[in-house]
């Protein structure tokens, strides 16, 4: 595999319209560096956040790539800028609606789309070179970690409510997990087997 053009990577961030992924109401904050609303309980992560979980992932040019959640799609389009193709799961059948107008829009034709329970990754399409999870887990989802391939890397925030841990997941030629802290963020819930459990009493 080519390895990531970090120079490429910036220039297309940074000429990524992010009002473009929101509601009318909230295209004036659009140039914030902070998360937004994007509606159902979800939000649009900050733009630093994007772009460092990018670079974390370091998708290449003949990635494919699984995406849980697509919310808004602004990480979507990144992502398939940056990779060979993205398989991405929303479980909100509407904000799926709207990100993919939004990426048909942009003249994307290399993304698959699936409304679905993300906490099951997308078996049929298995395995991924990368890995992108924009919910957090309580616990790192044996799913996908079964599905991300051989020397292939998972971005992941994993923890509590009120804080997480993000995790960079590796896996090496023999297959083994290799599982790094690189930082500390808060994401919405990954619903579903992985969401909070022991919080809610679920």
Request: charged share 30%; no cysteine.
């Amino acid at each position: 595999m080519k390895g990531m053009d970090l120079q490429e990577l910036e220039t297309y961030f940074h000429s990524l319209d992010r009002s473009f992924f929101v509601e009318d109401d909230m295209k004036k904050y659009a140039h914030l560096d902070g998360p937004l609303p994007i509606g159902f309980g979800q939000t649009i992560s900050q733009p630093s956040l994007v772009l460092e979980m990018t670079r974390l992932l370091a998708p290449e040019k003949d990635s494919r790539v699984l995406e849980i959640g697509t919310g808004s799609g602004f990480q979507t389009a990144i992502l398939a800028k940056m990779s060979g193709k993205v398989y991405t799961v929303e479980r909100i059948e509407k904000l799926m609606e709207k990100a993919k107008k939004r990426l048909e829009a942009l003249k994307f034709s290399n993304i698959y789309y699936k409304v679905g329970d993300g906490s099951m990754g997308w078996r049929e399409y298995a395995p991924f070179d990368r890995i992108m999870v924009t919910a957090a887990a309580s616990v790192l989802p044996d799913e996908l970690v079964n599905q991300l391939a051989v020397n292939g890397r998972m971005v992941i925030p994993i923890g509590p409510s009120s804080l997480q841990e993000l995790k960079l997941i590796t896996k090496t030629d023999d297959g083994d997990i290799d599982i790094k802290t690189v930082g500390m963020v808060r994401f919405v819930e990954f619903k579903g087997k992985y969401g909070w459990i022991r919080e809610s009493g679920e």
